[in-house]
């Protein structure tokens, strides 16, 4: 069974094309993505009506490179999925309506899936890929929450951001730094210049018990030790701010991801999601894993963010897990609804 899967959430187009026969795990024939982050950058950030406009430009293209690539004509897709939510309305609405349109033309069922259990999935993808059940971190965009995840469809949360999400502390940090977006990736390469101990920055709730998530107060922070600095600090000042910064939302992470293992008595570890690809994260987590006999998975680096190989992945394991029955496959052909879920609770879809 082929599954072309297309993602436009936010910021980036991604289309795939994943095939898989009864139990066997389905593989990646071929992924195209086009990223946005030119286009925002003279914004500071996403501009919702942008991006929704150069999903409608990017996503036929990115369709036939994808069918060309893997020598598979559109008449051999036998299910279109994309995402259904968490994200930006308008861009959701793009990537809902072309499935909505392919699937009609081809008279093929088409599958809503939601983003997060996209992300959470991805690392099946890999050469590594993890096995039920095992708790997730799950680190993407405004997204920063721990799941214990028992097999596909069966997610319970643990820990959840109550404000700013690591990927936001990173990106607003940086924009607070003068650096440019996306913000993570940059303050991760100046924090490579810097010391971690350099500035005394907070933990919050690290320490409290429980395994929820708060970044608000580190960014306050960070904006505090940014103004002492004068408005022409040095190059190296800047760094040690940088890696002062990394090491504070790394630090958490991976606390409360060890804390998450504990509680649940799990031995395995997935790390999803943009942030997922932070080298110092990888690093710290990969020796705190190590310390106490723990497996861990990730996706490969070029499926961290987001991508249309991660929601052919979900459609196709859902398939296999027998959560979408033929019947919600000649309702979905029927109706050729797309409605959309800005807001949507991953432990309930």
Known sequence: MKILGVESSCDETGVALVEFAGRAMPRLLAHALHSQADMHEAYGGVVPELASRDHIRRVIP????????????RREIDLVAFTQGPGLAGALLVGAGFAAALGQALGRPTLPVHHLEGHLL???????????????????GGHTQLMRVQAVGHYELLGETIDDAAGEAFDKSAKLLGLGYPGGPALARLAERGRPDAFALPR??????????SFAGLKTAVMTQHRK?????APQALSDLAASTQAAIVDVLVHK?????????????????????NAE?????????????????YPELSLCTDNGAMIAMAAAMR????????????????SRSFEVRPRWPLETC
Do not use: K, Y
Request: glycine share 12%.
């Open 62 to 73: 990115l369709t036939r490179q994808v069918l060309e690539e893997a020598g598979v004509h």
């Open 122 to 140: 991805s690392p099946f993808l890999s050469a590594d890929p993890p096995a039920f059940p095992f708790v997730a971190l799950l680190v993407s």
């Open 204 to 213: 919050p709730l690290m320490h409290q018990g429980g395994l929820d998530f």
């Open 229 to 233: 600095l004068g408005p022409a600090p």
């Open 257 to 277: 991801s060890m804390a998450a293992l504990r509680q649940t008595g799990l031995r395995r570890l997935v790390v999803a999601g943009g942030v997922g690809a």
């Open 281 to 297: 994260l990888r690093a710290r987590l990969g020796e705190a894993c190590a310390a106490r006999g723990v497996r861990i998975h």
């Open 319 to 334: 398939l296999q897990a027998g959560l979408v029955g033929a019947q919600a496959g000649a309702e979905a052909l029927a």
